[in-house]
């Protein structure tokens, strides 16, 4: 390896180095480590860790979708420093920041001078606070590990250098594998020294059996805690749902909704960031590739040059590893990148300690040395002026922290709760246990952030097996203290996924809980239910029926009968009368009407909507809206539904008036077969001024 040269003798104890990066890094994000939360992967973790000390077990017990280390480093913080203490999380985060900054600079030592090293690990240290967005550059994420683990294999295996022992590569490989268990693109990075053993073995003509014991040392270094993590979760019976959650779902559900064309526009995603941030480290990045490239192709390679390529090729194929597993998502999340800021800090410093030994040497001329003295200064007060900019001030603080504290105010820390939505912020904010394997809900929906979220896309595709049924079970044996409905508001796209859209979760609802403080919450976009025993009365089922002669009146016109409701419930009044023309069965919402199907019938048709008066100016307590519902359940039990629309004509001019509905009833309906005509209340299940109405119901043969 290259000597230091005299210029670079300055740096002669790594430790201080270490600590000036510490104290550094530290300044630099102290101000963010009390900010309520930079991501909603900082919630997630905070859930699962608090699930896991209190027994339970990752992906069985707390359900994600990457592989497992650090979940249980933020367990391992939480356990030492309290529970839901981000401060302590995010004060760990930025100590490893600056211990990943260390191996760089081990790194580039070896590589080349002490002057490359420092030069990669202060660079690094910068763009840790300043490349990214200020919500994922703040944030505790898993990637950080990513680069701690994968830059301490490189700097095991670089140190190792020209000949790497078996002990070595078994380390190197073990660090990989740590690696691989944060999250899983990590695996590619392991391509690296694989592949420079083989480029060293053909290079020097190694023997075959002598390059095979080198990537097997290296393959069991990987391994061992691969297979120590996978016995564990085998005892703890959560191998099966470890492997789907972190393996099979995101090769079958998460992966597929991403084409091959984004992945590979993601894979700029990075070098735009950085560019964006610090142009000038970005050109002398790939200035540097390029002549690294040229080097490594080039047919007759001078000797130093041949002593130097293995490095070459290990700093080349780690980069280009890294950058595609920053683009395997194919999101283009900014912290995805995190992945390759490691090895393009470590080309970087040794380029820009290559351009200023350049720009001095004896053989340069002056003008290029007078030139270059500005350049460097303009990129080191560029990358520090960015870096100060981190320190910006904080955002807002979400709104879901009120609905968060009215139920840290009215439970105890043993009570536990659910959220319905994408949003475990609340767990954290409330300072309460989930109450169910699922922290977040896209497993129970379909929704694959953030990709298959316009409003009228069907998402059942991506809905788990089971999972509802999981999810019922949960709730049934730990029965949480509040649920939080965020389908009220745009919560991350959750207004797609109302509770009636799910039969089994709104039924369990219902019958056990009711809605609080709705005047104060549902504006915020949250529903909040509150456990309430003996709450049965309000499901629709067991809502109190009608009348036999309002039974009578409410007859459904059909070609060969009128066709009396087998049920019909409207607990807040019911009546049929003509208006304006129309024949209007007025059901006040909550309502249900269900009637028998006779034989060839095919279509439903006719109007619903709600009475003027509900939504009028003068009306001082206005309806919310209500929601209409109408669904077929076959002889079989089997349920479809047909239509589903909620109007909300105080704030909505199109959902005012009367709305047309002509629908197909199922080919494979028969007779006995039941149609049921649902309206709910709106939003915060309010069902004051919810003069809803059916009109001019008819049942049709002709197809």
Known sequence: MAQDSQASKWIKHPLLLFIILATAILWLR?????????????????????????????YRDAIDQRTPLSYYAVAGIFALCGENNLWAVRCAFAGLIAATALLLFFSGRN?????????????????????????????????????FFSTAAAAVFITGRPSCSKRRLFISGWLYGCSFLSKQPALLDLLAPAATIIYLGWAQSEPRHSLLRSLLSLAA?????????????????????????????????????????????????????????????????????????????????????IATNPSSVFLALWSLAALVGAAAGGRSFDHYSIQFFAPFCLGTGLGLVRFAQW??????????????????????????????????PLPPEDTSQRVSAYIRKHSTPADQIFVWGYYPDIYLFADRRPASRYLYAS???????????????????????????????????????????TSAGPNRFWQKYPLEK????????????????????????????????????????????????????????????????QRAATPHGASVQMNDGRLEFFAHAPSVLSYELPARAHYLRGGF?????????????????????????????????????RLDPRKLPADRGM?????????????????????????????????????????????
């Open 359 to 392: 720009s001095w040497s004896g053989t340069t001329r002056w003008p290029i040395r007078v030139a270059g003295v500005p350049l460097l200064i303009a990129l080191i007060y560029s990358a520090g002026a960015a870096a100060l900019g981190s320190r910006r």
């Open 221 to 305: 270094g990987w391994l061992t805690p691969v297979l120590l993590t996978m016995g564990y979760f085998a005892t703890q019976g959560a191998l099966r749902e470890g492997i789907f959650y972190t393996w099979t779902y995101n090769l079958s559900y998460y992966g597929p909704e991403i084409t091959s064309a984004d992945r590979l526009l993601s894979l700029v995603w990075p070098l735009r960031l950085i560019g964006a941030a610090q142009p000038g480290l970005l050109i002398l990045w790939i200035a540097g590739a390029a002549i690294i490239l040229h080097r490594l192709l080039q047919r007759l390679p001078s000797p130093p040059e």
């Open 609 to 645: 909507g709600l009475r003027p008066a509900a939504y009028s100016p003068d009306n001082d307590t206005p309806t919310d809206g209500a929601e209409f519902i109408i669904s077929w359940t076959g002889h079989d039990g089997t349920t479809h539904e047909l239509l589903r629309r």
């Open 111 to 147: 590589l080349r001078n002490t002057a490359s090293g420092a030069s990669a690990a202060i660079i690094y240290g910068l763009l840790a606070s300043c490349a990214l967005s200020q919500t994922d550059a703040n944030a505790a994420h898993t990637e950080w590990l990513v680069a």
């Open 443 to 485: 497993f129970l929906t379909g929704l694959i952030p953030w990709t298959n979220t316009e409003p009228a896309r069907d998402t059942t595709y991506a809905i788990v097996p089971g999972a509802m049924k999981n999810l019922i079970q949960d709730l049934t044996a730990h029965p949480p203290r509040f649920i939080v409905d």
């Open 502 to 565: 799910f039969p089994a979760l709104h039924d369990f609802i219902r019958r056990h809980y009711r809605v609080v403080e709705a005047a104060q919450f549902v504006g915020q976009g949250f529903r909040l239910f509150q456990w309430h025993p003996g709450n049965e009365v309000a499901a629709p089922q067991l809502m109190p029926a009608v009348a036999p002669a309002m039974m009578a009146a409410l007859a459904l016109p059909h070609a060969t009968a009128w066709l009396i409701p």
């Open 659 to 703: 709305q047309s509905f002509r629908i197909l009833i199922p080919a494979a309906a028969q007779p006995g077969d039941q149609i049921d005509l649902r309206i709910t209340a709106g939003p915060a299940d309010d069902a004051t001024s919810d003069w809803t109405t059916w009109t001019d119901l008819l049942l049709e043969n002709s197809p």
């Open 30 to 58: 102290w101000p963010t480590f009390g900010y309520s939360l930079w991501n909603v992967d900082e919630a997630i973790h905070a859930a699962a860790a608090r699930t896991i000390l209190d027994g339970g077990v990752l």
